[in-house]
């Protein structure tokens, strides 16, 4: 492995070499964009079917249903009810939120706001992307098998994920899916923490970094610390259906048992736990630095907000019990986790303090990046606080595999992600392709995304303390939950409406890529390095490696005399 | 647009109202979630009243020029220290303290069966079943005078119920929303539960746990009688079961010696 | 320390993190595995012999003294006698990855089948799999190593270290495995 001096690399030739086999982390960082969007596309029409048969269960899917479902009359049959909601929790976090959030914007801002000149192993980079690329290759071809794809949740918990519940091969290919995109995940974080730390410029220190940063490189730390523990579960689940061996295997339908299912849900949370910071921290470092940029003042207790997240990323290895009070752990577990978990509250308000800080007396600038920003504000906190609900042991028995979990996670991991994410590609978006989007389509955009989205994940948190559980065909089948079909209709209304806004969106991209206004190199006027050059930047990013004098929110300085109202981050503090 | 012909008179709120509650805990349970709920509410008051309020006075338009502050003052620093404190002490220590009370004292206060009435129940799950199990006159469980019912329990008031349950393939979740509880079936583990019930009727028992392709049709129906019909139906049961149990029949088979 | 080596020792640390971590799942799941078992080795199971693990432990551990050796020889441009050192790794390792096929087909001998003998089987096999996968990665980077000191690359001595690194990881996770799986 030869790392790389920060030197200048060639430039490539070919078109194959230049788009394709590339070691250029900004190419890098579009192909897992576009990685991305294909696959929140996809995830997206698979939450649609989802929500159709639940708000109106035996009835056909109108346009889709004809196509995908001819022999059951356009109606979703069971068992590819079991695979879309299997699929799209898989296809969200591992293939939607993980390539955008950490592959695009991790790849194209980590080289670009520390002042280097690519990543450190720009070879690894690469092949980070094309082990992504088969791993997403494995999954699609898993849709397509005549057993179907995996079936037993996107948590896969044996032994329903052994060949006991899923004798098809499309569990076996999810494994498989998951180890080759987790070894993707970790030559992706080995590089990134290798970056931050060695190929900072030269007079940046670790509290110099913007914020957003900070988040991606934290992420890696988690990543590279625990996406492995899943490695091995998904390892001995693999070794369990094909080669016959009983890790997870128990009780009466097991030949030979012995093993322990509840084993799996350990490692899993284990990793599954910290993978849920692992999304969410790139998201509100860029929502940090993004309120701080369009408020035109420094962030507020910038140094606090890199703190918190630091410890929430501590405490996070330590919570994951909570995600197993009904299984019955021992009365100590159960205790000390849910202790634990309750101490997540803490940074967590240091966030909260922080955000309204920044924009407190502020100069706010409601472009589409900060309407986005402010919006995971808003969901995070309903994300966060119904995450009070469920850490409590009590209330988790009855909440626990309710639709109100659903709301939850989704408020977290969906909605605070997809909104930061989508504010980071406004945001970015003239840095990567040298136009600007469109921003009367952006705001169409945000207000149509903002509101739907309530109306689904609020839903969810009704209709789960009303007492409907997840991952049920036809909720309808209980009378009890007869009286919940208004609010699941409206969800899914909901839910029509904020994917059709999507669409305003992808038009808006495309239509940016291509007639998009030119972009200055500086069109919102931040200090931060990546923006003290042309957009989009030249291959080899700097010509000169810039030197770092201060900090990346100098905005809204009142000694500043030369017009602006903010200084780059290679030019001195002034100072009254 | 289905949700907009509603019945006036019952409003979403009252819809998403969690199923009557029918047993002596479940109380507990309800209170904590709305105590955590109103203080939930509270603080998300009060950041909607900063994130609404400050993008209101404190936009572009209204306020030309920002207040030039890195938020490290030491007011600044009391003032996020107070808040995080606030949400700690306020929610936190008290919600978990709460739950911590009401397992102690309620959810893991096993009931001995050596001391006080206790009706016990031995619950297997299976694709997709539901099979629950009474000891039977000789109050031994596995023996052939056992009342074996399929998707069907019936539970008397007054008398604490504890359940062991199993299961024989994958994992279950015995989730009965009326007594707010749920407990993962696990195979090769027997997991336990506990409840009281006191009102009478008829309520539903679900799989809350994905259990493959037909967990949506895992249900049980759970009846409630006062004590003496309980009484009859057991009496009724314990004569067929002695009739009719074919001890060859490896469906009726499963039952295994209580341990403590 | 360079840029270049303060690189490349980075790295080489995250990866080793990764692979102790991935190790550590396994070692938790035999601790929760032992820890709940009845008696151990289960009903009817033998404990394996100790003598070809222990032959193993020997090897690997000869093999890591002779990848250290390597490395001392090559710090002071002692190109040709390092390649007899890494040469030595190489086939040691490579003698070790018989020992394990051999072992394999031992266990089946004495009665543990990976189906049939429960988890007691399955840790035994499916930890050794896992082990000798990593095995064929270290082996695959000493073929590349004598390559590298072949051709007398510019960078061999970061490439060393690093190989070294992961040699001596995949040696000591063998070790615990001995302690652990075979003699406990």
């Known amino acids: 492995m030869s790392g790389g001096y920060n030197e200048i690399h060639p430039e490539p030739t070919t078109f194959w070499s230049t788009y394709i086999i590339s070691f250029d982390h900004k190419v890098i960082a579009k192909q897992f964009l576009w990685y991305g969007i294909f696959f929140l596309g996809l995830g997206g029409i698979m939450a649609l079917l989802i929500r159709w048969t639940l708000a109106y269960p035996g009835v056909p899917v109108p346009v889709l249903g004809s196509l995908l479902f001819s022999d059951s009359g356009g109606v979703v049959p069971p068992d590819t009810y079991s695979m879309l909601f299997t ?13 955008i959030l950490i592959g695009a914007f991790g790849n194209y801002c980590i080289p670009l706001q520390i002042g280097a000149r690519d990543m450190a192993f720009p070879m690894l980079n690469m092949l980070s992307f094309w082990f992504a690329f088969l791993s997403g290759l494995v999954l699609i071809i898993s849709l397509c098998l005549p057993l179907g794809a995996a079936a037993g949740g996107w948590t896969s918990y044996p032994t329903l994920s052994t060949l006991i519940g899923s004798p098809g091969a499309g569990q076996t290919l999810w494994c498989v899916a998951i180890f080759l995109f987790g070894v993707s995940s970790t030559m992706g974080a080995v590089n990134y923490v290798t970056t931050v730390i060695t190929l900072r410029a030269p007079g940046m220190g670790y509290f110099d970094m913007p914020l957003t940063i900070w988040g991606l490189w934290l992420t890696a730390i988690l990543n590279a610390i625990f996406v492995p523990v899943l490695g091995a579960g998904v390892l001995l689940l693999i070794l369990d259906r094909v080669m016959g061996t009983t890790f997870f295997l128990a009780g009466a339908s097991a030949t030979s048992g012995s093993g322990d299912p509840v084993l799996f849900q350990h490692v ?9 910071y692992i999304l969410i921290l790139p998201a509100w470092g860029i929502v940090s630095d993004l309120l701080s940029f369009f408020s035109r003042k420094p962030a507020f207790g910038a140094k606090a907000t890199a703190l918190a997240m630091t410890s929430v990323s501590i405490l996070s290895t330590l919570v994951y019990g909570h995600h197993m009070f009904t299984t019955q752990m021992s009365p100590l577990l159960t205790q000390s986790f849910m202790t634990l978990t309750m101490t997540i509250s803490i940074p967590s308000a240091i966030f909260f303090a922080n955000w309204l800080g920044t924009i407190w007396k502020g100069s706010i600038r409601f472009d589409s990046p900060m309407l986005f920003s402010l919006g995971v504000v808003f969901v995070f906190g309903l994300g966060g606080l119904t995450g009070l609900h469920l850490g409590t042991v009590t209330t988790d028995l009855y909440l626990h595999d309710t639709y109100f979990v659903v709301g939850h996670f989704h408020y977290t991991m969906a909605a605070s992600v997809l909104l930061g994410g989508f504010a980071g590609i406004y945001f970015w978006f003239p840095k990567m392709f040298g136009k600007m989007m469109n921003e009367t389509m952006a705001k169409i955009h945000f207000w149509g995304t903002m509101i739907p989205l309530n109306g689904i994940f609020f839903g969810m948190l009704m209709v789960g303390y009303g007492g409907m559980h997840r991952r049920i065909y036809n909720p309808f089948v209980y009378e009890s939950l007869q009286r919940l079909i208004p609010i699941n209709s409206m969800i899914t209304t909901s839910a029509i409406l904020m994917g059709a806004f999507q669409i305003v969106f992808v038009i808006n991209f495309l239509w940016s890529l291509k007639n998009g206004a030119k972009a200055v190199s500086n069109p919102w006027n931040v200090g931060t390095l990546e923006w003290t050059i042309p957009s989009p930047p030249v291959h080899h990013n700097y010509d000169e490696i810039p030197v770092v004098k201060c900090g990346p929110h100098e905005l809204g300085n009142p000694n500043l005399k030369n017009g602006r109202d903010f200084q780059y981050q290679t030019e001195e503090l002034v100072e009254a | 647009m289905g949700f907009l012909n509603l019945n006036a008179s019952v409003s979403w709120w009252d819809l998403a109202k969690p199923p009557l509650d029918i047993s002596t805990n479940g109380h507990l349970i309800d209170g904590l979630w709305n105590y955590t709920t109103m203080l939930c509410i509270f603080y998300f008051i009060l950041v909607c009243i900063g994130l609404f309020g400050f993008a209101f006075f404190y936009s572009q338009k209204r306020n030309k020029t920002p207040y030039y502050t890195y938020g490290n003052k030491k007011k600044h620093l009391l003032v996020t220290a107070v808040i995080g404190a606030a949400v700690f002490l306020s929610i936190d220590l008290n919600i978990a303290r709460i739950a911590n009370n009401d397992l102690l004292n309620q959810f893991w ?3 001995d069966p050596k001391t006080e009435k206790v009706l016990r129940v031995e619950v297997m799950a299976q694709q997709w079943l539901w099979s629950f199990r009474y000891a ?5 469980f596995g023996t052939a005078d056992d009342v074996v019912t399929n998707n069907d329990l019936r ?8 359940f062991h349950l199993t299961s024989k393939d994958v994992i279950h979740s015995f989730f009965v929303p009326n007594v707010r509880l749920k407990v993962d079936t696990i195979p090769g583990r027997i997991t336990r539960v506990w409840w009281e019930v006191t ?7 679900a799989c809350a746990e994905m259990c493959g392709t037909h967990h949506y049709l895992m249900k049980a129906k759970l009846t409630v009688y006062s ?32 341990e403590k | 320390m360079n840029r270049n080596q303060l690189q490349n020792n980075l790295a080489m640390t995250v990866t080793l993190i990764m692979g102790s971590m991935l190790f550590a799942t396994l070692f938790l799941g035999y601790a929760v595995y032992r820890s709940s078992a009845l008696m151990w080795p289960p009903l009817g199971i033998q404990k394996v012999s100790l003598v070809l693990p222990f032959l193993s432990t020997l090897v690997i551990l000869a093999s890591s003294w002779f990848m250290y050796q390597g490395r001392l020889k090559l710090e002071n441009g002692n190109l040709t006698k390092a390649m007899v050192d890494v040469n030595l790794a190489l086939a040691l390792g490579s003698i070790f990855m018989i020992g394990q096929c051999y072992l394999w087909f031992y266990l089946k001998s004495t009665g543990i089948f990976l189906t049939t003998s429960g988890i007691f089987g399955s840790i ?9 996968f990593h095995m064929i990665f270290g082996i695959l980077s000493l073929v590349y190593l004598r390559f590298a000191i072949k051709r007398n690359n510019s960078n061999i001595l970061q490439t060393t270290v690093n190989v070294e690194k992961f040699w001596h990881f995949l040696g000591v996770v063998w070790i615990v495995m001995f302690l652990t799986i075979f003699v406990l």
Do not use: C
């Open chain 2, 155 to 162: 539970v008397p008031t007054g008398t604490k119920i504890l």
């Open chain 2, 227 to 258: 004590e003496e019909d309980f009484k009859r139906w057991v009496a009724t049961s314990e004569k067929i079961a002695l009739n009719t149990n074919d001890p060859s029949d490896a469906n009726l088979a499963w039952g295994w010696k209580w």
């Open chain 2, 136 to 140: 039977g006159p000789d109050d031994q």
């Open chain 3, 124 to 132: 035994l096999y499916g930890f050794t799999w896992i082990h000798a």
């Open chain 2, 199 to 205: 009102t009478p009727g008829v309520y539903d028992i």
């Open chain 2, 109 to 111: 206060k096993w009931p």
């Open chain 1, 268 to 276: 899993f949370w284990i990793f599954g736990h910290p993978e849920v």
């Open chain 1, 87 to 99: 699929m799209h929790g898989t296809i969200m976090i591992f293939y939607a939120i993980t390539p």
